[in-house]
Structures are given as structure tokens and as C-alpha cells.
């Protein structure tokens, strides 16, 4: 055999064995993916740390998301149109030092939910009784998500309600009803908004608020002028919604400085977060933006700086959801979670996972996109995604819903979806070019991702095993301490689909230990304040959040895993207003509550 | 023109003064489209991603040259297979990159019938990493930027470049039976026919029109012929959209384009053989 003759064959022999390599790499994945997820209760306590019971209905929580019917010009493809408004933020509304949950829904006239904690382990509907379920009113618009901060730092967190239509502003009378003061705020008349965070952008004491259009606010779904209100682009749209920011101005009244401050885009917000990245005391601002790249504010107290670019984040452009922020690796530093769109062989956009740059920091700061490296980044059509620690161990989770529209599960509209999302801008803004949906899914009926952090780099989706076993189309996941145990549980939004509650059940071996701040100089929500736990040579900073991931808020209490027989070091609390306090070896099991000195 | 196989145009005398190769206008277009999409709108999932494609195309295509026809082959035609799999596979890993690129290459030396090969490099890989890797890669099916102005200066360019390359009545055939297809699969479906002929505007379509379905290596060789061919690519395409196929067109070369390289293959031996027997008689 001559020499060329057995190159040959070794070369066919090389390109079988090339072709077999994703059929391998596959099988691989999949059999981790089994192994991962067939455990029943009592092996997934055992080997992850916790377990999820699904208890809504037997803690008296009832409620099923409506989604709203719009414009008959929509008609066709309503199910994608009219596919969000389903979602969850979590108050303590009475301060009856339990937490509350505040639902949002989205048909005309359907009412929105604030369920009570009775403490024992049932919750009562009380929103119409306190003045905020009726606010789905025809004319008026539908809920699309609520956060709460007390904006006049009275003690009672306050609602803004941010919908498809007119937003509104409640004050909290002292827990026992809620008074539009929408009007004093000067809100805008419609705008069709998806996030809005609470924050102290200029470190006054007093609150302010971000709003992120995601339509823009010309449009009214439900009285179209026409039907090019799409987007653009699947990936460039610049004709969403416009952003605002109300500068508070302490005598219930705001001011918009938006613009003024730098901040002045049109892209399709979804998703807005905020944290202080860079270490400088200030709250920077990150949008994730549906079709297109994300957008990162550097904020210096007086005026935003537009960074995506520059450190990375904002090149890329994808499909965001969901944007969250967690000390995964514990360096004292946040890493940012934005979800995106994968669909098997057909859109593979993947979520980020932001990780800052070791060598970097400040206005310097980079970051690397690291989801594939950390395992978290196939999470189908991912809408909200929170970190926390699901299991006590000391390292930061992620839960994460997904799933958009879930009708025929034989029938899928990805074909059509395809066919308009690579056309050209006069195609795809055109609601009218859009083929009907005639009852197809669209990433339906999708399993959920549960990752739970190994603290050496990588996340394992624990999602089955652990109780987190439905497929209703999530949008919003908030989690919270509901019922003052020392853990997290989780509250999740569906689409047209019931409000679930999994209660965690955490192994006792892991411990804990919980901060409720409330400011003084600082606002009274402690909105922005930071505490840095050093335990067993680990660090971790968590912060008061105004609302993150999906059209969610967490609970504002703080809560740390520590693990195993922890010695805890300290605890340093670095409140808005700059001032630094610490607690020297706090125990663990505990609610510490502080006060912000003055 | 090709993905994957150099171009040979007559030089025009004012060309020739430029002293510029034939075969590396097609890569400069290709490069140029990348390059402009990357900087105007962020079209590559990531430098190191279409670096990767285009080393291990070109060291996969050096490698089995040297081995296998003894010599350094000239690189044009691995580059474009390269930087193709870098424009058109979309995946957050590496790894696809590379065996897609390898694959490609290798598909070249591999599958071969009387001394040709029948696949379009990166149409093969592509269409290989799309069945066995569904869940990690994609190809690219969304438009780059929203403007109707690049997507002119790309036609016309790549129209240009056809021309002189005295390919341009398969790109126009193609193009005008996909849109007689389109009215047919809008007749059908009952669709906006706005939607049927969405594709067609996007990226995806630049690059199978410019430069996939008028591979010269891969295409058959009387014009009349290579009408009639990609007049059935657009039909087969047709059919596969019609059963919500996404990647309709790429599957439809996959299929069509080497069957009638086959065709053409035992024609041209019976053809000869014919000659010979009767030359022989």
C-alpha cells in the first residue's frame, strides 16, 4: 500500500472520529445533566444543601397572571406582543418585621395582589383593601412590574407601579392604605416601561428613581396609529422607549434630569440594575436592552457616563432580560448577570456573566464574559435571574426562570420568528409583516435553571433535583426570608400562569446570618448600603438593592450563607452616605438589625 | 468566486496596473464586509472566535496540501472557508469554530469523486456543526444593522465582483427565483410576503448568494447548467421552508449542489467513455 493510499485512510479515519466529537461532547453533557438531576428530596438535601417545596396554594396564594388583549392589528402575534406583565417584588410593607409580596398582573381590569404575611405561613390578599389592586383600569394601561423605597424616608416603603400606560406613585400611610400622589411626582402621562430602580444617584439622603421604556411612549398598544411600532432590529434597535430619571427633591416631588445627566437613549429597556462597581461610593447604573448591546452609566453623583464599550459589556449585542448583580467568586467585587435567547439551532446568543477583570478597578474597570467558562450560560428564553444563596454554603446561587410562549407544545413559531428577526428594518418594525402564530410556542414550556455555586469557578444546574421542576413561561423571580427562617426562599412570576412559591428547606448544618439596615443621613431604605462579611478567610459584599433581575425586587434584608462551623471576623456596613461602621464578630443566626448612625 | 475556492479572473489592463491577484479579491471583499460589519455594528461573536476559524482553516488546508498534493497550497480559498465559519457560525464556545473550520477543510480531501470534491467547504461544515451540535451552534440568521445603505454597497459590490468574475447569471438567477419562490410560499401560506422575502435582506444571504452558490469548484460547468442548478437550489429551498426548515438555503446547496456535481461527474465519464469506444470503433 503506498504511502499516500495510508494517509488517505488515516485521514478518513481523523474525519470520523472529528464528525463524532459533538455527538460525544453531547452525550457527555447530557449524562452530567442526569446525574445532576435524579435525586429525590432527601439525596438533593443531602448532596446540594436544600430542597424546594412549591407551597402557594397551601399558604392561601391563588393567583394566576392575566395578560392583556391589545390592539386587534396584533391580533396575530398577541401571545408574543402581549408576553410580559407578570411580576413580583418583595416589601415589608406594615414593618411587621415579615416579609410581603407584591404581584403585579396585567389583563384590562384585572387587579394586582399584595399578599400579607400572617406569619404563619399563610398570606392574605390585601391589596384592594389598602387602594392598589384596581389599577388595570381600560384607558389606563396594564401592570408591567412595582419597586418599592421610601421615597420620603418615613419609615414606609412606598409603591411605584411602572406598566404599559400611565405609572403611578403610592405613599405608604404608615401600613394601613396606600394615596396616589402620582400627580405631585409629575409622571409622565404613558410611558410602556419594564424596570425602574430605586437609588440615590447624588447621595442627597432622598431617593430617586430610573424608568426604562422598552415601546416607545408615542404608542399606545391598545390604539395603534399603525403597526410599525416594532423594533427595528433584532440586534441594533434604537426606537424603543425612552429612559428617565426623577431626581428627588425631598418635598414629594421630582424633577426628570435624564437628559441633562447624560443619560438619553432609545433602546429597548427590559432590565435595570444598580450597584456601586467600581468601589467609588457611587451607584453606577446597568440597562440590559432587548435587541441590542447593554448600556453601563458610571454615575459620579452629578452626571452619568455611558461605559458599555469601554468596559466591555456593551459591544456585543443581544437580547437582554434580566440583569442582577452578585459577589459570585467572594472578592468583595460584583459580577453582572444578563440573560439572553438560546434556542437550539437556532439562536445561541447565550446569558453573560460579567466577571470584573482581576487587574483591574475603578473608572479602569473590565470585564470578561465568563458564563460559558462558569457553566451558567444556556438558560433557553431567560427571563429574571437572581443571585443568592440557596443553600447556606457561602457562595452566591443563581435561579433563573424561563420560557416565552408556551401554547402548542407540538407546534413552534421559531421558523417564522427567524424569517423576520434577520430582515431588513422595514420588514421586521412592521407588526402587519409579522406571520401569525395560529396557537405555535415559542420557546415554551422551558425547565427552569437552579445553579447552585461550587465556589471554586463553577456553577451545576440542580434545577430538578431540587423541586424546581415547572415549566410555566417565568418572567419575574424575587427571593426572599418569608418566613423568617434563616433562608431564602423563592417567589416566581409566570406568564399567564400562577404565582409559585418554593419553600427552601436548608440543611442545619449550614449557617447564616441576616443585616436589615435602615438609614439615617442615609435614605431611610438603606437603599445602596453594602456589607462586607470576612469569615473563615472568605469576603462576600451583598447590598440593598431598589430592584433587580426581571421586573423584581428581593427582599431588602441581607442574608449571608457561611456554611459549615464558621468563625465569623466581622461584618463592615458601608451605608449611601459614605459612612463605614462594623460589627466585630457578630453571631451567626441572626437578624441584625442597624441603624445608620448619625 | 467561492466560499472556499479562489477566484480566477481575466485581468483588465487598468486591474493589472494594480498588480492585484485575482484570486485575492474575493478574500479583500469578504475581509472588507467583515471588517465594516464588525466596527459599524459588532457582527463577530468575537475576535478570537473568526481568528480561530481562520488559523484552523488555513493550517488544516496547509497541513493536508503538503501531505497530500505534496506542496504549499495557496491559501485564498482556506481563508474564505475561515473567515466564513468565523461570519456565519454563531457559537459562545471556541471549539466549534475550529472543527468547523477542519471539517470544512478536510471535507475537500475527503469526499472527493474523480478527483473533485462536491461540497461547498463551509456550507458542508456549517451544515454538519447545525445536525450534530444543535444545541451550541447557530448560524447567523439576524441582520447586521438596521440601515439600507451597507446592505447596497455590499450587493453592488459583490454584484461588481461577480460580474468580472463572469458568475453574476447564477447569483441573478438564484436571486430571482427566490423571489418567485416567495410569492409562491406566500400564496400558500397565506404569510406576508414581506416576511418570505425578509431573509433575503439579511447577511446570511450576502455571503450564500456572493459567495456559496457560485464556488466554481463546487458548481457545474456549463452555464446553462448552473442556472438550471440554483434555479432547483431556490426550489428545494422553497420546499424546506415550506416545512419550517431555518436554515433553508444552506441545507437546499447541501443537498442539490453535489447531486448535480455527481450528475455532471458520470455524465462526463460516460461522455468519455462513448468517445472512447467510439474512437476505438
Known amino acids: ?49 436544600f430542597h424546594f417545596e412549591e407551597v402557594a396554594q397551601a399558604s392561601g396564594v391563588n393567583f394566576k397572571h392575566q395578560a392583556p388583549t391589545l390592539d386587534h392589528r396584533l391580533d396575530h402575534i398577541m401571545p408574543q406582543v402581549a408576553s410580559m406583565g407578570a411580576a413580583v417584588s418583595v416589601v415589608d410593607f406594615n414593618r411587621d418585621g415579615w416579609a410581603d409580596l407584591y404581584v403585579t398582573n396585567s389583563g384590562e381590569g384585572s387587579k394586582n395582589a399584595l399578599f400579607k404575611n400572617n406569619t404563619d405561613g399563610s398570606f392574605t390578599d390585601v391589596a384592594a383593601a389598602l387602594g392598589i389592586a384596581d389599577l388595570n383600569q381600560l384607558g389606563t394601561g396594564v401592570s408591567m412590574g412595582s419597586v418599592w423605597g421610601d421615597y420620603d424616608n418615613d419609615g414606609y416603603e412606598d409603591l411605584f407601579l411602572y406598566k404599559w400606560g400611565k405609572p403611578e406613585l403610592f405613599h405608604n400611610d404608615a401600613g394601613q392604605k396606600f394615596t396616589r400622589v402620582s400627580d405631585k411626582m409629575s409622571l409622565p402621562a404613558w410611558v410602556n416601561a419594564n424596570t425602574a430602580v430605586w437609588f440615590d444617584y447624588d447621595r442627597d439622603g432622598r431617593l430617586d428613581l430610573f424608568l426604562g421604556g422598552y415601546y416607545a411612549e408615542d404608542v399606545d398598544l391598545w390604539h395603534l396609529k399603525n403597526t410599525k411600532m416594532m423594533p427595528e432590529s433584532f440586534e441594533y434597535a434604537k426606537n424603543g422607549g425612552r429612559k428617565y430619571l426623577f431626581h428627588n427633591l425631598g418635598d414629594g416631588s421630582f424633577e426628570e434630569v435624564s437628559q441633562k445627566l447624560g443619560i438619553d437613549t432609545r433602546r429597548w429597556a427590559l432590565a435595570a440594575t444598580v450597584a456601586d462597581l467600581r468601589g467609588s461610593g457611587q451607584q453606577d447604573l446597568f440597562i440590559a436592552n432587548d435587541y441590542g448591546i447593554s448600556e453601563l452609566y458610571f454615575n459620579d453623583g452629578k452626571q452619568f457616563r455611558e461605559a458599555g464599550k469601554q468596559t466591555g459589556v456593551g459591544f456585543s449585542p443581544k437580547s437582554g432580560m434580566s440583569a442582577s448583580v452578585g459577589d459570585i467568586l467572594n472578592q468583595g467585587r460584583y459580577s453582572i448577570y444578563v440573560s439572553n435567547i438560546s434556542e437550539d439551532r437556532i439562536l445561541i446568543q447565550g446569558n453573560n456573566l460579567w466577571v470584573p477583570r482581576d487587574e483591574t478597578a475603578g473608572d479602569a474597570v473590565k470585564y470578561d464574559n465568563l458564563a460559558r467558562a462558569m457553566d451558567v450560560e444556556m438558560g433557553g428564553w431567560s427571563f429574571g435571574a437572581q443571585f443568592g444563596d440557596l443553600n447556606n454554603d457561602g457562595t452566591l446561587d443563581l435561579y433563573l426562570v424561563n420560557g416565552y410562549v408556551s401554547l402548542d407544545r407540538n407546534q413552534n413559531y421559531w421558523y417564522d420568528f427567524s424569517k423576520i428577526a434577520g430582515g431588513n428594518s422595514t420588514i421586521i418594525s412592521d407588526a402587519a409583516q409579522w406571520p401569525a402564530m395560529d396557537g405555535r410556542s415559542l420557546s415554551g414550556y422551558q425547565q427552569k435553571r437552579v445553579w447552585i455555586n461550587d465556589g471554586a469557578g463553577k456553577f451545576v444546574n440542580v434545577a430538578q433535583a431540587v423541586g424546581a421542576s415547572d415549566v410555566f413561561d417565568g418572567r419575574a423571580v424575587a427571593l ?54 470576612f469569615w473563615d478567610g472568605h469576603q462576600q459584599v451583598q447590598q440593598v438593592s431598589g430592584g433587580s433581575g426581571f421586573c423584581s425586587q428581593n427582599q431588602r434584608r441581607i442574608h449571608f450563607g457561611v456554611g459549615k462551623n464558621p468563625r465569623i471576623e466581622k461584618a463592615e456596613i458601608r451605608w449611601p452616605s459614605g459612612k463605614v461602621e462594623t460589627i466585630e464578630k457578630p453571631a451567626i443566626g441572626q437578624v441584625y438589625k442597624i441603624k445608620e448612625s448619625i | 468566486m467561492s466560499l472556499g475556492s479562489e477566484i480566477r479572473v481575466r485581468p483588465r489592463s487598468s486591474v493589472a496596473r494594480i498588480r492585484l491577484d485575482n484570486r485575492y479579491i474575493a478574500p479583500l471583499f469578504i475581509t472588507t464586509i467583515l471588517v465594516v460589519g464588525h466596527f459599524a455594528y459588532g457582527i463577530l461573536e468575537s475576535y478570537e472566535r473568526t481568528a480561530l476559524a481562520i488559523v484552523s482553516a488555513l493550517l488544516a488546508e496547509l497541513v493536508l496540501g503538503r501531505i497530500f498534493f505534496g506542496k504549499w497550497i495557496n491559501l485564498a480559498s482556506a481563508y474564505i472557508s475561515g473567515i466564513s465559519v468565523g461570519i456565519l457560525l454563531r457559537s459562545p464556545a471556541f471549539w466549534p469554530y475550529a472543527l468547523c473550520s477542519v471539517l470544512s477543510i478536510m471535507s475537500k480531501y475527503v469526499l472527493r469523486v474523480k478527483g473533485r470534491h462536491l461540497w461547498n467547504p463551509s456550507n458542508f461544515g456549517i451544515c454538519v456543526l447545525l445536525f450534530l451540535a444543535p444545541e451550541t451552534v447557530a448560524a447567523l440568521t439576524i441582520q447586521w444593522g438596521n440601515f439600507i445603505w ?44 414581506g416576511s418570505e422575502i425578509s431573509p433575503i435582506t439579511g447577511p446570511m444571504y450576502q455571503l450564500f448568494v456572493f459567495f456559496m452558490i457560485t464556488d466554481p469548484k463546487t458548481t457545474v460547468k456549463s452555464k446553462k447548467w448552473q442556472c438550471i442548478v440554483v434555479f432547483l437550489v431556490a426550489f428545494v429551498e422553497m420546499l424546506l421552508r415550506l416545512n419550517q426548515v431555518v436554515y433553508a438555503p444552506l441545507y437546499a446547496l447541501f443537498l442539490v449542489g453535489p447531486t448535480a456535481m455527481l450528475i455532471e461527474i458520470f455524465h462526463t465519464k460516460a461522455q468519455s467513455q462513448d468517445l472512447k469506444a467510439l474512437t476505438g470503433a
Open chain 1, 1 to 49: 500500500m503506498s504511502g499516500r493510499k495510508v494517509a488517505r485512510i488515516i485521514l478518513v479515519i481523523v474525519f470520523i472520529c472529528l464528525l463524532a466529537v459533538p455527538l460525544v461532547m453531547r452525550r457527555i453533557a447530557a449524562r452530567r445533566e442526569q446525574v445532576n438531576n435524579s435525586l429525590d428530596a432527601g439525596a438533593a438535601l443531602s448532596r446540594y444543601g
Open chain 1, 480 to 533: 426572599v426570608d418569608l418566613w423568617n427562617r434563616g433562608v431564602l426562599d423563592v417567589v416566581v412570576a409566570n406568564q399567564k400562569g400562577p404565582l409559585l412559591i418554593y419553600k427552601n428547606n436548608v440543611t442545619p448544618e449550614n449557617k447564616w446570618i441576616s443585616f436589615e439596615l435602615e438609614g439615617s443621613t442615609s435614605n431611610r431604605s438603606a437603599i445602596g448600603a453594602e456589607v462586607r462579611l
Open chain 2, 150 to 193: 451597507p446592505l447596497l454597497v455590499i450587493w453592488i459590490l459583490g454584484s461588481v465582483i461577480i460580474w468580472r468574475a463572469k458568475r453574476i447569471h447564477i447569483s441573478i438567477t438564484y436571486v430571482l427565483s427566490f423571489f418567485a419562490f416567495a410569492f409562491v410560499r406566500s400564496w400558500i401560506t397565506g404569510d406576508p410576503w
